[in-house]
Structure formats: C-alpha cells, structure tokens
C-alpha cells in the first residue's frame, strides 16, 4: 500500500531485495493513487507517515512541480490544483482558513485541500476500505517514513539506509509554515487518518515505538 509522500517509492524499489519477499511470495502489486486492491487472500505491508508532515509534504512536493517548475505536464493534470496552490501560497495558510472563528468548517476551503494531489488521496483514502478485513494474519507489517530504514531492516531484511526516492529539495521549513493554529487544525482536519493510524496499531501492526513516531508533531 504506497500511501503518497510517506517514502513508498523507496520500499518499492527495494523489494525485489528482499529475501523475505522472494522467499514467500510468487509476486506482489502496488496499490497507489489509482485506487486499492481489496483482496482478502493478500498480505498487506503499509508504508505510513506522520499525516501532518505528510500533508506539508505533499503541499511542497505539488508546489515544486506545479508552480516553481511549472512542469507542464503536471500543470494542468489535476483540475483546479494550480489555483489553488497559487492561492494559499503554503500549506500553513491554508491550515489556518480551514475552520472559522465559530469552529464550524470553512466548506470552500476543505473543498481547495482536497484538489491537491497526495492532500485528496489521504491515509484514510488507502485504509479505510480494508479495515474490514484487515487482521493481525494478513497484514506483513508498516514501514514508517520516520523509522524507514530501520523498519526496512527489520520487515524486509534490507539495508535503505541513504536511499531516498524523489526527496524534496523544498526550502519551506514546517516549522516556519506551521504554527500552532494551523497545527490544531490539520490534526482536527485529518482526523480519519489518525484513526486509520490507531487502528493498525489497535491489531498489533504498529509497535508503540512507530506510534510515537506517527503522532509527534515535534
């Protein structure tokens, strides 16, 4: 399951590598952004993230190639996503305008995240249509992009330490673009993901060392 921006380029391009997946499996698939594969007899490995850092990621990652590279390619791919990314600027400006002073949901704007690409296919997006059946057997495990390599190691026997697929060479610090209002409000925004998040650590997938990993907003 190659959730967006939490480093699943970097898995799938070690998993031939793996002499735990060549020893036990006759082949594997990639569900990404064009939908998931629900199939009961399949075994799962998750690559997960942070979904605040992972939504400033995918906030920059869109940013770089829609508006400071003007890929023309990617310009025009997702309908109304160059607006809006001229709009808001960064993701932190967005994340303030997401709710009113009345705490009710600003619809226009939760409308505008949701035309970015990565921001639409969030972690609930990949999750929530397994979770039924989802079980300790037929999952493999979660790589976390905070622990990647070592999450590597121990699930796939292979070494991803200085391997980075596609890094975003973004100068926009999270901490500069993030305070703490914008910060309450991606967690309130998002919080299908956490719950996806919780509920993988709720059948034994996630160690509480991921946990911590995937809830630090540090």
């Not at 079980?135 to 590597?152: K, M, R, Y």
Request: hydrophobic share 35%; charged share 20%.
């Amino acid at each position: 399951m190659h959730i967006g921006k939490c480093g699943g380029s970097t898995v799938n391009s070690l998993l031939d590598n793996s002499p735990f997946v060549q020893n036990n499996y006759s082949n594997y698939f990639e569900s990404h952004i064009n939908g998931v594969n629900t199939i009961s007899s399949c075994d799962y490995l998750f690559v997960l993230r942070n979904p605040i850092r992972r939504a400033f990621s995918a906030f920059e990652w869109r940013k770089k190639l829609v508006i400071d590279d003007k890929n023309p390619e990617q310009q025009g791919r997702f309908s109304g996503e160059q607006e809006v990314l001229k709009k808001y600027i960064s993701l932190g400006n967005m994340a303030r305008l997401l709710y009113r002073s009345d705490g009710s949901l600003d619809q226009k704007v939760a409308r505008d995240f949701n035309l970015i690409h990565h921001l639409r296919e969030s972690i609930h997006f990949y999750i929530n249509p397994l979770v039924s059946i989802l079980s300790t057997e037929n999952i493999l495990g979660v790589i976390c992009q905070e622990l990647l390599a070592e999450d590597c190691s121990r699930i796939l026997g292979v070494d991803a330490t200085n391997l980075f697929c596609r890094r975003n060479d973004s100068k926009t610090s999270i901490h500069s673009d993030l305070d703490v209002l914008s910060v309450a409000n991606l967690r309130r925004f998002l919080f299908e993901d956490y719950q996806c998040i919780i509920k993988l650590w709720s059948l034994g997938a996630i160690s509480n060392k991921q946990l911590s990993a995937l809830l630090d907003e540090s």
